[in-house]
C-alpha cells in the first residue's frame, strides 16, 4: 500500500512538471555504423547541479533500475534549464533503450552510496520526463563476430551473436571474394534463458539480460600455412 502510495506521488510530480519540459533521444533507430545518440532537453525549471538523465533498458525498468547517468551539467547550457548530451556508443542489448530526466534536490543527497567520482548516487525519484524508445536496426544481423581454433588442426570455429535463432551459415574460401574453393556449413546455434541460471538472484533478477542467439560455425579442411576469408550470413539460403 505504501509503496502504491509512494508510487501514485511520483506519478502526480511528473505529471505536473512534464507539462513544461520535453526530453527527446535521437536517432529512434541505431545502425551498425551510427549508434550516437543525442539527448536534448528543455523547459526544465530550477535546474540543479545534480540534476540527471538516466538510461533505461528495457523501457519497462523501474525507475530505480538504470544502468547509467549523465548530469545534466555536461552541458555548457544547463542552467538554462535546456541542453544537449551526446552518448558515442551504448551496447546492444537486444531491448531498446529509454533516457528519462530526473530532479534531484540538493537536500536529498546522499553521501552513503557515491559513484566513482564521489558523487552520490542517483535514486531515481522526482522523474520529470522521459524520451521516446531508442532501438537497434535489423536485430537478425550477426554482431560480435569471434574466430578460435578448434580441435583439429584444420579447422577454425567462428562464433556470433543474432536476435534470433534463424538458419545461419559460416561461408569460407582462399579468395577474398566468394567463388571457386569457396565452402559453406551451416551454424549450430544454441541461447539460454533466465529460468535457466541454477540459483537465485541471477534466475529472478532485474538484471537479466537476453543474451541473443549465439551461433557456433565450424570451418574444416583448411589447409595449413594458407590464408582464407570468411562470412557469416543471415540471409536465407536458396
Ligand atoms: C557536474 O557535477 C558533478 C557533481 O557535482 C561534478 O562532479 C562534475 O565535475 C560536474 N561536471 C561538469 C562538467 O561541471
Ligand atoms: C531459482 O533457483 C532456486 C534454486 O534452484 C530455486 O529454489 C528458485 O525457485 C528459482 N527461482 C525461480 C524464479 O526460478
Avoid at 507539462?19 to 526544465?44: H, M, N, V, Y
Wanted: proline share 8%; net charge negative; hydrophobic share 35%.
Amino acid at each position: 500500500m505504501l509503496l502504491l502510495l509512494l508510487f501514485l506521488l511520483a506519478a502526480g510530480e511528473a505529471a505536473a512538471a512534464a507539462a513544461a519540459t520535453t526530453l527527446t533521444a535521437t536517432p529512434a533507430k541505431l545502425t551498425q555504423s551510427d549508434r550516437e545518440i543525442t539527448i536534448r532537453w528543455s523547459g526544465l525549471p530550477d535546474p540543479d547541479g545534480l540534476d540527471y538523465v538516466g538510461i533505461y533498458s528495457p523501457p519497462t525498468s523501474s525507475d530505480r533500475d538504470f544502468l547509467g547517468y549523465l548530469f545534466l551539467n555536461g552541458s555548457a547550457t544547463w542552467r538554462t534549464g535546456a541542453g544537449e548530451l551526446t552518448l558515442p556508443r551504448l551496447p546492444n542489448l537486444r531491448a531498446p533503450y529509454q533516457f528519462r530526466l530526473f530532479r534531484w534536490p540538493a537536500r536529498e543527497y546522499s553521501y552513503h552510496h557515491i559513484d566513482h567520482d564521489g558523487n552520490p548516487l542517483p535514486h531515481g525519484r522526482h522523474r520529470v520526463a522521459a524520451s521516446g524508445e531508442v532501438a537497434f536496426d535489423s536485430p537478425s544481423r550477426p554482431d560480435q563476430v569471434h574466430l578460435s581454433f578448434a580441435d583439429g588442426v584444420d579447422e577454425m570455429r567462428v562464433m556470433f551473436v543474432c536476435g534470433d535463432g534463424g538458419r545461419r551459415v559460416v561461408r569460407y574460401g582462399p579468395a577474398k571474394e566468394e567463388g571457386e574453393g569457396w565452402k559453406e556449413v551451416a551454424a549450430e546455434v544454441r541461447t539460454y534463458e533466465q529460468k535457466h541460471m541454477c540459483d537465485s538472484p541471477a534466475n529472478s533478477s532485474v538484471g537479466w539480460r537476453d543474451p541473443g542467439f549465439v551461433f557456433d560455425g565450424l570451418m574444416k579442411g583448411l589447409e595449413p600455412g594458407r590464408r582464407y576469408f570468411y562470412k557469416v550470413n543471415h540471409l536465407p539460403l536458396l
